[in-house]
């Protein structure tokens, strides 16, 4: 059993905001796994590779052919027994992975990058994804008819489905950050505020254990009764256990609870991303972009699933559900899981695994580190929107042979 945590908040100095919560957390369950499959978060150093020859730019690459045009087979609505029997017929069982948990991503790049998605014109149809709450991000810049987040940990399903019940149940972004770290509503937020205003009204907010107690009962019983999601008793302390890491650390949560330094925590995540313009991007950034993902939720058409990307199931699954429903994948974010894939040897099965997703010439994968100029040691050309059908091509005629040349969008 995963033991409650109390918290209390300590304020930090550090800018532009940090909200420190001393724990009292002790952890009786905690090994969660994955084979061969990494998260938003890394940690590893790859293998530096000869740099490959600068790939041209999103315009200039050759089409991919198209396999199946968009349309409107796509459900405009699951009911909740459609949506739970996809996502478990999807799901491969959970598997290990070095990194415990993933509460947050570390990527500040999600807010150049949403940009860059609206100006490339990357749009509609279908998106999938990998990780925590970076997804919502990339939807909100995105904005899919349907998405499906593929993530190998079982915890990370459990955490979206968390998420789910706080933007059904929260009327606005104010009241969703409310709940996530149960504090109490500030007066003189409303759906005009910016996001850096609203953390900083937030910031000298305390925690209150009568609010957490209560809010978790209300996303239990909105998750398992309202919805009737049946919850092994595993994922119940699952739920809680994440649950209470949001409550406890506050939103100076980051990718293993605490903030390092590295990557940014969930406040500076949503509020401090900006794109090239100074402007913050996120799906809290405007209220506009947090009813995208919330329309989406209560239409149930945000799908988490258990999965490895390059195992036998999970990809292929949603593959062949875009193909029933006459669906189009616009993009798909892989984070940095490549780069375990090629440690792996498993880089391959998972470029064959997407070959059976419907795609057309304008789908991209989206790969953050490639602006991260040398990540790893590589110094390299990098493309961050890559055309997935001329890569896939390429990796299928062995001229993607290690992560710097999936970086590269090698063609």
């Not at 809680?240 to 990718?255: C, E, L, Q, R, W």
């Not at 593959?319 to 940095?336: E, K, P």
């Not at 440690?343 to 953050?368: C, H, M, W």
Request: aromatic share 12%; net charge positive; glycine share 8%.
């Amino acid at each position: 059993m995963r033991a409650s945590r109390a918290a209390k908040a300590v304020i930090s100095k550090k800018a532009p905001f940090r909200v420190y919560q001393a724990t009292a957390m002790t952890l009786s369950r905690l090994v969660v796994s994955i084979a061969g499959l990494t998260l938003a978060a890394c940690t590893r150093t790859p293998v530096v590779r000869t740099p490959v020859a600068t790939a041209p730019p999103v315009e200039s690459r050759p089409a991919a052919p198209s396999a199946v045009a968009p349309s409107n087979a796509l459900p405009n609505r699951l009911t909740d027994a459609e949506f739970w029997k996809l996502q478990a017929d999807i799901s491969e069982p959970g598997g290990y992975f070095q990194i415990r948990d993933n509460f947050t991503s570390n990527e500040m790049e999600v807010g150049a990058l949403f940009t860059m998605l609206r100006e490339a014109n990357v749009a509609g149809d279908v998106y999938m994804g990998v990780g925590p709450e970076q997804n919502f991000t990339y939807i909100a810049a995105i904005r899919p008819r349907m998405a499906f987040i593929v993530d190998i940990r079982r915890q990370a399903v459990v955490q979206h489905l968390m998420f789910k019940a706080f933007f059904e149940l929260a009327k606005d972004r104010a009241e969703f950050i409310s709940l996530v770290f149960a504090k109490p509503r500030p007066p003189g937020l409303d759906t005009t505020t910016s996001i850096q205003a609203m953390w900083d009204a937030y910031r000298n907010v305390a925690t209150d254990s009568a609010l957490a107690a209560k809010t978790y009962l209300r996303v239990s019983k909105h998750l398992l009764e309202t919805h009737g999601f049946t919850f092994t008793q595993d994922e119940r302390e699952t739920l809680k256990y994440v649950f209470d890491a949001f409550y406890g650390y506050g939103p100076s949560i980051a990718t293993r609870g605490f903030a390092n330094g590295r990557g940014g925590d969930f406040a500076e995540l949503t509020g401090y991303s900006n794109d090239r313009t100074g402007q913050p991007r996120s799906f809290l950034s405007s209220e506009e972009n947090f009813r995208t993902i919330r329309s989406l939720h209560e239409r149930n058409l945000i799908v988490p699933v258990s999965g490895d990307f390059g195992g036998p199931k999970a990809v292929r699954a949603v593959g062949a559900y875009l193909a029933q429903h006459h669906g189009t994948l616009r993009a798909f974010y892989v984070s940095n899981v490549e780069q375990y894939l090629f440690q792996d040897g498993k880089a391959l099965a998972f470029y064959e695994n997407v070959a059976t997703i419907p795609i057309d010439s304008s789908s991209v994968f989206i790969r953050p580190y490639s602006m991260r100029r040398g990540y790893g040691g590589y110094v390299g050309p990098t493309q961050s929107l890559c055309p997935i059908g001329a890569f896939i091509t390429a990796a299928r005629s062995g001229r993607v042979r290690f992560y710097e040349e999936s970086l590269a969008c090698a063609k």
